[in-house]
């Protein structure tokens, strides 16, 4: 007995190591010290989501020295936290990938104190500001200032200090705060303020960016993906956990010594800006992120020319990242799932047709890779498994860790968790452990993988051997035990199918089996592929069809015939006109080339590489009557390059030319995809802006008015230009939009040039 318990310590010490040594460990880099700005990190480890996906986190605070782009670009750390300006580190290069915008508005702002008479934007002409020196994290501040009309020359701007008596002290007339903090202490102390919110002017930028490299997604996508959905697990249940969470921050993560109070009132405007309520968490849209990219380059935060695809620098959790060697896998190779339909639901076998939980899961997968396969019902487990080993294009499902009978098999990771559960007749009470079924006759069947773990486990539990769960059921109907233990699928399903109106479950249990795929050890690429798209599936996938088998209902058969032979006949035609079709396809392609030739002369303009009048003016009737019909806001920027004809004259026109075309590429490279340029005669060009209405557009304006003031043309002087803004109106037409635009920025052109005008 002693050497037996000996060898069962050591074993369970072993088991502990494997377990531990499976947990992946890696680390997230906090960009702020700790606070409840990082709630969902600190609850994805306190209540285990980490460690269900198999991840050992370890949550890094921030240090000033440390550099939070290169310190996840050279793998000091997995992932981390950072701002909006990791859009500039993409366009510089930097291999970034956004996984989740916790908050949809970032929390910084701009705050003077009232008795430093700061009402507007415009009241901060000789004032100091207190901002961080990188001018990347204060960028919505720098825009919401120039949109007002003021150049950042206009202001005394100090190196942040982060300590909130400065501004309270005077040292500094406004300052760079987080609505979730500093607003609170100055409450606390009866100071009255004011906040500049860079988002009431148009500039919403995201904060709390949970970020990852590229490389990263590359070597371990399915590592990211459990990253993705623990964090995002862990924000959910922090907003929705207010108090709870604010005590463990404030417990166990309070290195700046914050009260209570501070921490829920942090939590409360940031479960706001990140827009729990209104289902938005870690979304981030393509669109907004385009137009940060945009404000970023107007400000000339960025020198490189780099463009990248926003689904590069965008995670998509739903995407399958999968090798070249993967694709071609897939490509040139069936794939053949073994099921086993002794029992149902798992795979059930009707009139030659399949269904059950195992059936819907492969064709789940199936679907999701496109994949060639067929499936084979084979009961006999040790003929199935022989398959898998004479063929590595073979798999099946098993339960538990191990399938004892093929050793030469790979396990997948868990595509479910099936739990264990007790049936009794009616007139049994209802149990919530397995140990209270100690000293009881209970039911099992032999061949079950989970039927030894379970008799080790629980010695005082009177197990029934049987061949089949039929067989069980047939002893609980005699009372001949007195429940029978299985998995809870398919006791449901035998209650349901059988119809025994005297059974019921009593009983559901922690015990929980992962149902895997075994795989052909010698075939690595099958299993890398099924683990990635099995790390795909959703809870919700998995609700989905584990509620179809709670009770099923059988539907009589329909005769379909008549829909396949209307297909057959259709096939037919459509052969015959591909083959007639790819006859004509050479003849249209050359066609399509001369017509490309021909559009590009007739719609883009020579010098500037910007859109034609021609082109332009067809471009707005098209905008205006999507917004007729729509109405996402149209808007319209007018401008002129001032002092043109003194720049020809004295100059040459050589360098007027090139002033043009300078003009143009920047602002070719700093608008939308969805925006259109163009040139609209001489010096006069056009900006047509879909979805964005006049105070964006003023936004705009201002920011493209300094980027141009502030270039160097190469030129013994400064090259400036007059804007004029127009919203489109219900009752406009093309040219009444284009002339209030145009009047707005002769108005300008009139009253001294270099500046902005909206009407």
Same mark, same amino acid.
């Given at each position: 007995?002693?050497i037996?318990k000996i060898?069962?310590l050591v074993?369970?010490?072993f088991?502990?190591l494997?377990l531990?040594?499976?947990e992946?460990?890696?680390?997230i880099?906090l960009?702020?010290?700790?606070q409840?700005q990082?709630?969902?990190?600190?609850?994805?480890k306190e209540k285990g989501y980490?460690k269900?996906?198999?991840l050992d +986190?370890?949550?890094?605070?921030?240090d000033f020295d440390v550099?939070l782009?290169?310190?996840?670009?050279?793998s000091?750390?997995?992932y981390a936290?950072?701002?909006?300006?990791?859009?500039?580190?993409?366009?510089e290069g930097k291999k970034v990938?956004l996984?989740?915008?916790?908050?949809?508005?970032?929390?910084m702002?701009l705050i003077s104190?009232?008795?430093?008479?700061?009402?507007?934007?415009? $009241?901060?002409? $000789?004032?100091? +500001?207190?901002l961080t020196?990188?001018?990347r994290?204060a960028a919505?501040?720098?825009?919401?200032?120039?949109?007002q009309?003021?150049?950042?020359?206009d202001i005394?701007?100090?190196p942040?200090s982060?300590?909130?008596e400065d501004?309270?002290?005077?040292?500094?007339?406004?300052?760079?705060c987080?609505?979730s903090?500093?607003?609170y202490?100055?409450d606390?102390k009866?100071?009255?303020?004011?906040?500049?919110?860079?988002s009431?002017?148009?500039?919403e930028?995201y904060?709390g960016?949970f970020f990852?490299? %590229? !490389?990263?997604l590359k070597?371990?996508?399915?590592?990211?993906r459990k990253?993705?959905?623990?964090v995002?697990?862990?924000?959910?249940?922090?907003?929705?956990?207010i108090?709870e969470?604010?005590?463990?921050i404030?417990e166990?993560?309070?290195?700046?010594?914050?009260?209570l109070e501070?921490? =829920?009132?942090?939590?409360?405007?940031?479960?706001?800006l990140?827009?729990?309520k209104e289902?938005?968490l870690?979304?981030i *849209?393509?669109k907004?992120v385009e137009?940060?990219?945009?404000?970023?380059?107007?400000?000339g935060?960025?020198?490189?020319?780099?463009n990248f695809?926003?689904? *590069?620098?965008i995670?998509?959790? !739903?995407?399958?990242?999968l090798t070249?060697?993967e694709? !071609?896998?897939?490509k040139?190779?069936?794939?053949?799932?073994?099921s086993n339909?002794n029992f149902p639901?798992f795979?059930?076998?009707?009139?030659n047709?399949?269904s059950?939980i195992?059936?819907d899961?492969?064709?789940?997968?199936?679907k999701?890779?496109?994949l060639?396969?067929a499936i084979e019902?084979?009961?006999?487990?040790?003929e199935?498994?022989?398959k898998i080993?004479?063929?590595?294009?073979?798999l =099946?499902?098993?339960?538990g860790?191990?399938d004892?009978?093929n050793?030469?098999?790979n396990m997948s990771?868990s595509v479910?968790?099936?739990?264990l559960?007790?049936t009794?007749?009616?007139?049994k009470?209802?149990t919530?452990a397995?140990?209270?079924?100690a000293n009881?006759?209970i039911?099992i069947?032999k061949?079950?993988?989970y039927?030894?773990?379970?008799?080790?486990k629980?010695?005082k539990?009177?197990?029934?051997?049987?061949?089949?769960?039929?067989?069980s059921?047939?002893?609980l109907?005699s009372?001949? +035990?007195?429940?029978i233990?299985g998995?809870?699928?398919?006791?449901?399903?035998?209650?349901?199918?059988?119809?025994i109106?005297?059974?019921?479950i009593?009983?559901i249990y922690?015990?929980?089996?992962?149902l895997r795929l075994?795989?052909?050890k010698?075939?690595?690429?099958?299993?890398?592929?099924?683990n990635?798209v099995i790390?795909?599936?959703?809870?919700?996938?998995r609700?989905?069809?584990?509620d179809k088998y709670?009770s099923i209902?059988y539907?009589?058969?329909k005769?379909?015939?008549?829909?396949?032979?209307?297909?057959?006949?259709?096939?037919v035609?459509i052969i015959?006109? @591909?083959?007639?079709n790819r006859?004509?396809?050479?003849?249209?392609?050359?066609?399509?080339i001369a017509e490309? !030739?021909?559009n590009?002369?007739?719609n883009?303009d020579?010098?500037?590489?910007?859109f034609?009048r021609r082109k332009?003016?067809?471009?707005l009737?098209?905008?205006?009557?999507?917004?007729?019909r729509y109405?996402?806001g149209l808007s319209l920027i007018?401008?002129?390059v *001032?002092?043109f004809?003194?720049?020809? $004259? %004295?100059?040459g026109?050589?360098t007027? $030319?090139?002033v043009?075309?300078?003009i143009s590429?920047?602002?070719?490279n700093t608008?939308?995809?969805?925006?259109?340029?163009?040139r609209?005669?001489g010096e006069?060009?056009?900006?047509?802006?879909?979805?964005?209405?006049k105070?964006?557009?003023?936004?705009?304006?201002y920011l493209l008015?300094e980027?141009?003031?502030?270039?160097?043309f190469e030129?013994?002087r400064? @090259?400036?230009?007059?804007?004029?803004?127009s919203?489109?109106?219900e009752t406009?037409?093309?040219?009444s939009?284009?002339?209030?635009?145009?009047?707005?920025m002769?108005?300008v052109?009139?009253?001294g040039?270099?500046?902005?005008k909206?009407?």
């Open positions: 007995m002693n037996y060898f069962l074993s369970l010490f088991n502990t494997v531990q040594a499976k992946e460990k890696i680390s880099q960009d702020w010290l700790h409840f990082f709630a969902g990190y600190y609850i994805a980490f269900e996906e198999n +986190v370890t949550i890094k605070e921030f550099d782009v290169n310190t996840v670009l050279n000091k750390a997995s936290v950072g701002k909006s300006s990791l859009i500039i580190d993409r366009l990938v996984l989740a915008a916790i908050y949809q508005n970032s929390p702002v104190l009232n008795k430093s008479n700061i009402k507007t934007i415009k $009241d901060l002409k $000789d004032k100091k +500001v207190m020196p990188d001018a994290s919505a501040i720098n825009s919401m200032i120039i949109s009309g003021l150049n950042l020359k005394n701007f100090q942040h982060f300590k909130l501004l309270i002290s005077g040292k500094t007339d406004a300052m760079g987080y609505l903090n500093e607003p202490i100055l606390s009866n100071i009255e303020f004011k906040i500049h919110n860079p009431e002017y148009g500039f930028f904060g960016l990852t490299s %590229q !490389e990263e070597q371990n996508p399915i590592r990211v990253m993705h959905r623990a995002l697990k862990g924000w959910k249940y922090a907003f929705e956990n108090d969470t604010v005590k463990i404030y166990k993560y309070n290195t700046q010594n914050k009260s501070a921490l =829920k009132y942090e939590a409360k405007i940031l479960k706001e990140a827009q729990f289902g938005r870690g979304e *849209d393509f907004k137009e940060i990219k945009r404000l970023y380059l107007l400000l935060l960025s020198d490189s020319a780099i695809k926003l689904e *590069d620098i995670y998509d959790s !739903e995407k399958i990242n070249n060697e694709k !071609e896998y897939i040139n190779n069936q794939i053949n799932l073994i339909s639901p795979t059930i076998e009707k009139e047709k399949l059950g195992e059936i899961y492969w064709n789940l997968i199936r999701k890779l496109n060639i396969s019902v084979i009961n006999n487990n040790k199935a498994n022989e080993n004479t063929n590595e294009n073979n =099946k499902y098993a339960f860790t191990a004892y009978e050793i030469n098999s990771m479910d968790k099936i739990k559960a007790l009794t007749l009616v007139d009470p209802y919530t397995i140990a209270e079924l009881k006759k039911a069947t061949y079950a993988s039927y030894k773990d379970l008799k080790k629980y010695p539990i009177n197990f029934v051997e049987t061949a089949n769960i039929n067989e059921f047939e002893l109907q009372n001949k +035990v007195y429940g233990l998995k809870l699928p398919a006791l449901s399903y035998n209650i349901t199918k059988k119809t109106s005297n059974a019921k009593s009983g922690n015990e929980n089996y992962e075994h795989v052909n010698e075939n690595k690429v099958l299993l890398n592929i099924l990635k790390s795909t599936i959703t809870d919700e996938d609700k989905l069809i584990r709670n209902i539907e009589p058969e005769d379909y015939s008549w829909v396949y032979k209307i297909i057959a006949f259709l096939s035609l015959i006109v @591909v083959v007639n006859k004509l396809n050479r003849e249209i392609k050359k066609r399509k490309e !030739e021909l590009k002369i007739a883009i020579g010098l500037t590489n910007a034609s332009i003016e067809s471009i009737e098209l905008e205006l009557n999507r917004e007729k109405n996402r007018f401008f002129d *001032d002092n004809k003194l720049i020809n $004259d %004295q100059l026109h050589s007027g $030319d090139n043009l075309e300078k590429s920047l602002v070719n608008i939308r995809k969805t925006d259109s340029f163009g609209w005669g006069e060009f056009i900006i047509i802006l879909p979805e964005t209405n105070v964006q557009a003023k936004n705009i304006a008015k980027k141009i003031a502030n270039f160097d030129i013994d400064k @090259v400036t230009c007059s804007f004029g803004v919203q489109f109106e406009d037409c093309a040219d939009l284009l002339t209030r635009a145009d009047n707005a002769y108005y052109k009139r009253n040039k270099d500046e902005v909206v009407v």
